[in-house]
Antibody
Framework: EVQLVESGGGLIQPGGSLRLSCAASGFTFSSYSMNWVRQAPGKGLEWVSFINPTNSALYADSVKGRFTISRDNAKNSLYLQMNSLRDEDTAVYYC?????????????WGQGTLVTVSS | DIQMTQSPSSLSASVGDRVTITCRASQDISNFLAWYQQRPGKVPKLLILAASTLQSGVPSRFSGSGSGTDFTLTISSLQPEDVATYYCQKYNDAPALAFGGGTKVEIK
């Protein structure tokens, strides 16, 4: 069974930094592309970032230059380093495994971790 | 960037009704479209890939159709457990992945 467990969320002041983690199990982590997707309170879904098995990364324009996605295949873990946080980054952040198809399709999702950016 | 527009933004229907949700892309995306279901307080669930391919375990009352710019998600007979917000997502090109704004489905 695919399991994804996010951690690292919390309350952070604007301009601050936070690192999210996602522990994966139930599949061969090193073989899959992974994503971060966020959802602001009461709002829709917004894709944030993608990383493939060879560490090629993609970012949404809204986070480019501020967020960095990375992975540690030995630890079956995905990370999101978030710097220069803004109020509008407040959201539940989901770790999601991509479907094994061309294109970026988050297939399996974790339960999410809440990031609140506020002074 | 290609924009994804869903309609309606919300709907209310009776149990057993046929429900149709529309997703329109601002440019041709072929069949690179997925549909998700997010029940209240729950995590999004992938329902359909490639516009019409039902994921394993998804009830057959769900179906998807369309190609190019116009797509539909149909629930042939609405059930209480289908109360959720449904999102379309284009995936023909990255990094400009885009979700639609969502359609909230309620029971009348």
């Amino acid at each position: 069974e695919v399991q994804l467990v996010e951690s690292g969320g919390g309350l952070i002041q604007p301009g601050g930094s936070l690192r999210l983690s996602c522990a994966a199990s139930g599949f061969t982590f090193s073989s899959y592309s992974m994503n971060w997707v966020r959802q602001a309170p009461g709002k829709g879904l917004e894709w944030v970032s993608f990383i493939n098995p060879t560490n090629s990364a993609l970012y949404a324009d809204s986070v480019k230059g501020r967020f960095t996605i990375s992975r540690d295949n030995a630890k079956n873990s995905l990370y999101l380093q978030m710097n220069s946080l803004r109020d509008e980054d407040t959201a539940v952040y989901y770790c999601a495994r991509s479907a094994p198809i061309p294109g970026v399709v988050p297939e399996y999702w974790g339960q999410g971790t809440l990031v609140t950016v506020s002074s | 960037d290609i924009q994804m527009t869903q309609s309606p933004s919300s709907l209310s229907a009776s149990v057993g009704d046929r429900v149709t949700i529309t997703c329109r892309a601002s440019q041709d995306i072929s069949n690179f479209l997925a549909w998700y279901q997010q029940r209240p307080g729950k995590v999004p669930k992938l329902l359909i890939l490639a516009a019409s391919t039902l994921q394993s375990g998804v009830p057959s009352r769900f179906s998807g159709s369309g190609s190019g710019t116009d797509f539909t998600l149909t629930i042939s007979s609405l059930q209480p457990e289908d109360v959720a917000t449904y999102y379309c997502q284009k995936y023909n090109d990255a990094p400009a992945l885009a979700f639609g704004g969502g359609t909230k489905v309620e029971i009348k």
